[in-house]
């Protein structure tokens, strides 16, 4: 595997369960991120993790839950979510650590919420 | 907070030909960086260009190329000579440096560009 990705693509999900989205990047970067491309707003970040560490938190509400267990692993725990948080889900890494290198984003996973 | 602006929510030109497409900011920042995203359809998002704020000099990478107007807070995307691969979503990016490396992007709401052959 190369660059980031992300499983699953495609993710149907009712109002009441739990499940989770996981990311990986493969590029020794040491900064993660959660974004939501929904189709009538722009692309909005939602989490940032630099080191393992949760450096920003854009209001999200309490329903999303991101996980860094290492640099290379990101992970976002749903549950009990809305329809209108259906959308597509992007990560992204970057190097981090105080050096500057664009954002690489893995493909995304579309989620449905019924 | 800082916003970003794409005007043109779609355009269309035809191959071969020139086109530019248009992004404002607005930032009270004075060390950020800025960035062209594309995403075709289906696929994932890849950079197609980047310009840090303290340079002066508009960059270029193969036939893209932007016009950065710093005082005018206008950062545009010139595709010259436009292929069929060009047809994506064109994401215009803001990022505010803090030197901790980690910086989210602010994005606009994307311009729709199609490449008719």
């Known amino acids: 595997e190369t660059g980031v990705t992300q499983t699953p693509r495609h993710l149907v999900m009712g109002m009441t369960n739990k499940k989770s989205l996981k990311c990986e990047q493969h590029?020794?970067?040491?900064?993660m991120y959660w974004y939501k491309q929904s189709a009538k707003k722009p692309l909005e970040l939602m989490f940032v993790y630099n080191f393992k560490e949760q450096t920003e938190n854009n209001s999200v509400p309490s329903r999303f839950s991101p996980e860094c267990p290492n640099s290379s692993h990101l992970f976002l725990h749903l549950h009990t979510l809305q329809p209108e948080d259906s959308a597509l889900y992007l990560c992204a890494s970057s190097q981090g650590g105080g050096r500057f290198t664009e954002q690489f984003f893995g493909p995304g996973t579309r989620l449905t919420v019924l | 907070a800082q916003t970003v602006t794409q005007s043109q929510p779609e355009m269309s030109v035809q191959e071969a030909e020139t086109v530019t497409l248009s992004c404002t900011y607005d930032t009270s920042e004075s060390n950020y960086y800025l960035f062209w995203y594309k995403q075709p359809p289906s696929r994932q998002m890849i950079l197609v260009i980047r310009q840090e704020a303290y340079k002066q000099q508009n960059a270029t990478e193969n036939r893209f190329s932007v016009n950065f107007q710093k005082a005018a807070k206008s950062f545009s995307l010139k595709i010259s000579d436009s292929q069929l691969g060009d047809t994506a979503m064109y994401f215009c990016a803001f990022m505010m440096y803090s030197g901790g490396g980690a910086d989210g992007l602010t994005f606009g709401k994307g311009t729709h560009l199609i490449i008719q052959p």
């Open positions: 590029l020794g970067h040491n900064a």
